[in-house]
């Protein structure tokens, strides 16, 4: 320590405190994402043939009602980013993974092809409210030095879910219908939204 006119000086500059990515709201929100996207993925390769075969529909009524939920995650776009601004991030983490867990308890009731449509199309809002304000969330979340780091982690959540969504629901349908498949998708939805309120924003 060295000492010049009254005024000290370390020896070894302070070095800056390490800036965590792996916070527990970062981790809660990762874990959250990754059951939202579960529950999309355990259902989407199991879609056509349920509606083929139990509402016997035509392969381009399957592309209708497969287009409808992109077209509704297109139309919630704007709305969602507006909500996201003037209420909160959680807010419309909230709507969309709510929107995931009441969707798919629909789909056993459906049947028709016109009830299937009409159920996709509502169930494709959730992705645009969720992802919306996950994707703003991440960013507040990580510390700016990290941020594209962060961005590469919480995009894995949605890659580990298609990796194994599809043969989860696949195996599920063999073995118990497709009653029991949306049951579980129903389940993931309600996970993802479970765990919100212990995140902070």
Do not use: W
């Amino acid at each position: 320590m060295l000492r010049s006119a009254g005024v000290s000086f370390s020896s070894h500059a302070s070095q800056p405190a390490p800036e965590v990515l792996f916070s527990k709201d970062f981790l809660l929100l990762c874990l959250s994402t990754f059951l939202f996207f579960a529950s999309m993925f355990v259902i989407l390769p199991i879609l056509p043939p349920f509606i083929i075969h139990e509402l016997h529909g035509t392969k381009s009524q399957v592309g209708l009602i497969m287009g409808a939920f992109a077209a509704a995650s297109i139309l919630s776009r704007p709305a969602s980013g507006r909500i996201v601004e003037s209420r909160s991030r959680k807010f419309g983490l909230a709507l969309g993974a709510l929107i995931y867990c009441l969707a798919p308890m629909f789909y056993t009731f459906a049947d028709s092809v016109a009830i299937m449509l009409v159920v996709r199309f509502c169930h494709g809002a959730g992705i645009a409210f969720f992802t919306t304000a996950s994707s703003v969330l991440v960013a507040d979340l990580a510390p700016a030095s990290r941020r594209g780091e962060a961005m590469g982690y919480f995009g894995m959540m949605l890659n580990i879910a298609l990796a194994c969504g599809p043969f989860v629901g696949a195996a599920l349908v063999a073995r118990a219908g497709f009653p029991s498949l949306f049951l579980l998708a129903s389940a993931l939805g309600l996970a993802s939204l479970v765990i919100l309120p212990f995140l902070s924003e």
